[in-house]
C-alpha cells in the first residue's frame, strides 16, 4: 500500500490549532508546505511509497531535487477540465463546505475565472 501526503492536510491542521489570522494565506502555505516536505523527505529515506498532492510551484523544485533520489520513481499526474468546468467545481466544493472553512476559497474565485478564460481563449 501507499501512505498519502497532501499539503492542504498539513494547512488545516494549522487552521485548527494555531492562533494566527486564518486569511494570512502565505503564513499558512508555508508553514504547511515545510511541513509536508518534511514528512515527505521522512517517508523516502525511510523507504516508504507514497502518494503526494499539492499545487507545486517552480520554487518547490530546489527541494524536491534534494528529497528525490535516483532510487526514486516519480509518476505526475496533471488534470485539466474543458472551458469553465475546473472552476465551476471549485465554487461548488466550496460553497457545498468540503472545504475547511480555514481555507476562505472565495478569495480565490477571481483567480480561477481569468484562468479558465485564458485557456478558452487559447493561453495556457
Known sequence: G???LGKDVFKEKL???ASHNTWDFVWYELKAKRQFLRALSEQLAAGKS???E???VRSDRRWLKRIITHNTDVVEIFCQARGLTSLRRFVQ???S???HRGQHACRWYHFGRRYCLARLAGFE
Open 54 to 56: 499539492s499545487n507545486f
Open 15 to 17: 487552521y485548527d490549532t
Open 2 to 4: 501507499y501512505d498519502y
Open 50 to 52: 507514497v502518494i503526494i
Open 93 to 95: 466544493r466550496n460553497e
Open 97 to 99: 463546505g468540503q472545504r
